[in-house]
């Protein structure tokens, strides 16, 4: 699926909803290790970006996005709509980040 075709908008412009095909999602746990975390802490010192938290952010957002788009393909669609990211602490160091949306089949108009 094209990233393009992923909105947190209700509707895709330029495209019809033909069908909804229900709640797709992509779940990643991720837990920091301990050169990371020694790494980010001498970052802190310096002060600014903590690039090595900023960079296992992003990479476990694009992981879990990657996962939600793959189980939207599974299901037959050809786009997202209402996507959206949640991130939980499930226990110290160890974090869930959950991409969502409801997977649909769109014509263009």
């Given at each position: 699926?094209?990233?393009?075709?992923?909105?947190?908008?209700?509707?895709?412009?330029?495209?019809?909803?033909?069908?909804?095909?229900?709640?797709?999602?992509?779940?990643?746990?991720?837990?920091?290790?301990?050169?990371?975390?020694?790494?980010?802490?001498?970052?802190?010192?310096?002060?600014?970006?903590?690039?090595?938290?900023?960079?296992?952010?992003?990479?476990?957002?694009?992981?879990?996005?990657?996962?939600m788009a793959?189980?939207?393909?599974?299901?037959?669609?050809?786009?997202?709509?209402?996507m959206r990211?949640?991130?939980?602490?499930?226990?110290?160091?160890?974090?869930?980040?959950?991409?969502?949306?409801?997977?649909?089949?769109?014509?263009?108009?």
């Amino acid at each position: 699926m094209e990233t393009g075709m992923v909105t947190t908008g209700l509707e895709l412009p330029g495209f019809r909803i033909v069908r909804s095909l229900g709640i797709v999602r992509g779940i990643v746990v991720r837990s920091r290790s301990v050169f990371g975390t020694l790494g980010a802490s001498l970052q802190t010192m310096i002060g600014g970006d903590i690039t090595l938290y900023t960079d296992l952010c992003e990479k476990t957002r694009e992981d879990a996005f990657r996962r939600m788009a793959q189980h939207g393909v599974e299901h037959g669609a050809n786009a997202i709509i209402g996507m959206r990211y949640d991130a939980n602490e499930l226990m110290q160091g160890v974090t869930e980040v959950l991409a969502y949306g409801t997977a649909v089949y769109v014509e263009k108009i």
